[in-house]
């Protein structure tokens, strides 16, 4: 993925590893890899913790509600990505592995983002319908929606817990496809999951659409590594015994 602006120049965006440092890894020694990577983690961890510098040094009053989330001091507990999601003056907590990648990024961007306006689920945008999207449509394709092609059908059988897991629920009425759900990675970001299953006349397909004013929440490129992130999330919930 293209470098991001909202990572203040310290990384690429969120998913450039895999959709363009991977062929340019396998052709360094496997120490200067090992060294490429560690040089990521380190500016992944630094961007997490510059924003959680940004959001405490002008906390907003209103934050828990436009989270939202609970309030506990200076601590903000909410769900985020199918887990109990703690913000903190010091990291970003997922149960209680601090988060020092590219989610931890995205929640902080979250919450530097976050407003007290409702989260709009109809009518359902897709992600190339997105303003500024066109840079990252291709990686969102094959991230978000092809990754998941060949497990429709564990998909299927497993979508009651994954709707459980990722506070969802039904896909609107009118939403087409052999069967859908909605899902909430972050509060008040929805994404919309369309399945096709494989026939004799067509292969298996998926769509990802967003809830309508996703776009007030975050930023193009970190909406992109959300529908990322969910899908890598749901197949986790599938191959989960």
Do not use: W
């Amino acid at each position: 993925m293209p470098s991001s602006g909202v990572l203040h120049g310290l990384a690429s965006s969120p998913g450039s590893i895999t959709l363009t440092g991977d062929t340019f890894n396998r052709r360094l020694p496997v120490h200067k890899r090992r060294l490429r990577m560690e040089m990521m983690v380190d500016n992944y961890a630094k961007i997490v913790q510059d924003n959680l510098e940004r959001l405490y040094g002008n906390l907003p009053k209103d934050l828990s509600l436009a989270l939202p989330a609970q309030q506990d001091g200076k601590n903000f507990l909410f769900e985020a990505f199918g887990e109990n999601c703690e913000i903190r003056p010091e990291g970003i907590f997922l149960g209680q592995v601090r988060q020092t990648g590219v989610i931890g990024i995205l929640i902080s961007l979250y919450a530097l983002n976050a407003k007290p306006e409702t989260c709009l689920t109809a009518p359902l945008k897709s992600f190339k319908d997105l303003p500024n999207s066109m840079p990252y449509a291709g990686a969102f394709v094959t991230h978000t929606q092809q990754i998941l092609v060949n497990h429709v059908e564990d998909i299927e059988k497993s979508r009651g817990r994954i709707m459980e897991k990722l506070n969802g629920h039904k896909a609107p009425a009118g939403v087409e496809g052999d069967f859908s759900f909605m899902v909430y990675p972050l509060p008040k970001i929805a994404l919309c999951y369309i399945f096709y299953e494989a026939d004799e006349d067509f292969p298996a397909s998926v769509t990802c659409l967003y809830s309508n004013n996703a776009i007030s929440f975050l930023p193009i490129d970190a909406l992109a590594d959300v529908g990322e992130y969910t899908s890598k999330k749901i197949l986790h919930l599938v191959q989960e015994k």
